[in-house]
């Protein structure tokens, strides 16, 4: 019997000029990076489908250049998350679903919906916008997880709907963000956006092993009591869960030796 969920430890996006040479070999081709990072990271999270609808053929190539057990997650359309009134927003979902995401195949990891810093919690509109949320597509099952970045969202009635829907909230470490470390879903989804390009490692040794512990902790279905809660009388079952952690932002330079050193110590 399993007793704890995958971890993968991974960054945004694998094209970033600065990363030639320092992380990609010198004589590495741009046309294969995607193929080295895949091979040296487990997951890792695509920003352009934010911004751009992306073809079958596209999603297809990416994972016939991936190795197995290797994650994509999605940040989803903004043309969901940007706007007033999210009980709307069934079309654009539709037409971000139905893109060909499903290609991936058993690549296809969460799909981050990820809101704007001035958009408010509305518990009505909120839910009508969860309810939107299928849990398949093309037979494939999909997981969800939202991203929220205003102080209004900090409060129990949220964590209750996300827990309704098993969708999970981002696990911000962020300078100006909240940060919402209730387990809500049967995964979880970190993003740790404090990171420097002034340490080799993205984050302090001392730090790495400090998250490494938090994300074991979470993947063997429990809670770590180091990080605030929302709502902390709620109670979480404990089983083993996914855990997705991402060095993103902050230390962009070094995020990929942050991912893999994170990685290792994970595996220690």
């Not at 091979?39 to 751009?52: A, F």
């Not at 197995?68 to 903004?78: H, P, V, W, Y």
């Not at 855990?243 to 050193?261: C, D, L, S, T, W």
């Amino acid at each position: 019997m399993t007793t704890a969920g995958t971890i993968r430890t991974g960054i945004g996006g694998w094209t970033f000029e600065p990363w030639r040479g320092t992380f990609y070999p010198e004589t590495l081709k741009q046309k294969d990076e995607l193929n080295f990072a895949s091979r040296k990271l487990k997951v890792i999270e695509v920003n352009g489908t934010y911004y751009s609808t992306q073809k079958p053929e596209v999603f297809a190539k990416w994972a016939a250049d991936v190795p197995e057990g290797f994650i994509f997650s999605l940040k989803a359309t903004r043309f969901v998350t940007n706007r007033r009134v999210l009980s709307e927003a069934g079309e654009s979902m539709q037409r971000f679903l139905e893109s060909g995401i499903s290609e991936l195949g058993d690549h296809l990891g969460p799909l981050l919906w990820q809101f704007a810093p001035t958009k408010k919690f509305d518990p009505d509109d909120f839910e009508a916008f969860l309810k939107l949320l299928p849990n398949k597509q093309d037979g494939q099952a999909l997981k969800h997880v939202v991203e929220v970045r205003h102080d209004s969202f900090k409060v129990p009635e949220f964590i209750a709907l996300l827990a309704k829907y098993n969708v999970a909230p981002v696990c911000a470490e962020h300078f100006e963000y909240p940060m919402i470390a209730d387990v809500t879903a049967d995964f979880v989804y970190a993003r740790l956006q404090k990171g420097s390009d002034d340490i080799k490692t993205c984050y302090p040794p001392k730090e790495l092993k400090v998250w490494a512990k938090r994300l074991e902790t979470w993947a063997e279905g429990g809670v770590p009591d180091d990080l605030p809660l929302i709502d902390g009388d709620r109670k979480v079952k404990a089983e083993p869960r996914d855990v997705f952690a991402f060095m993103i932002h902050e230390g962009k330079v070094n995020a990929p030796h942050g991912a893999i050193a994170l990685q290792e110590e994970v595996a220690k």
